[in-house]
Nanobody, 121 residues
């Protein structure tokens, strides 16, 4: 499975961005998907995850109510809608695919290349 993340950029605090993660490869739409982020000097942090059918979603406490994960299996794409962005959301955002949704990065087998999100104050 190959993952291609896009949609990052520079936005002012309070603004919105939508990240996309396009998956390709056999059975790519049968995986649970997750979003993680990593800020400079910090460990990779769980952001959100979704089961492969989309019935179950999980969001970290730091983004709950502001970010929403969704997927369109017909397009083999997962999204992360980010609203009310804060400077502390600045990081490289990675999408990942695994057998089941998890908050642990080690549970995911495939990773995208990352997309930079910068939120200015």
């Amino acid at each position: 499975v190959q993952l291609q993340a896009s949609g990052g950029g520079l936005v002012q605090a309070g603004g919105s961005l939508r990240l996309s993660c396009a998956a390709s490869g056999r059975t790519s739409n049968s995986y649970a998907m997750g979003w993680f982020r990593q800020a400079p000097g910090k460990e990779r942090e769980f952001v959100a995850a979704m089961s492969w059918r989309g019935y179950n979603t999980y969001h970290s406490d730091s983004v709950k109510g502001r970010f929403t994960i969704s997927r369109d299996n017909a397009k083999n794409t997962v999204y992360l809608q980010m609203n009310s962005l804060k400077p502390e959301d600045t990081a490289v955002y990675y999408c990942a695919a695994g057998i089941a949704p998890s908050t642990m990065a080690t549970s995911y087998h495939y990773w995208g290349q990352g997309t930079q999100v910068t939120v200015s104050s």
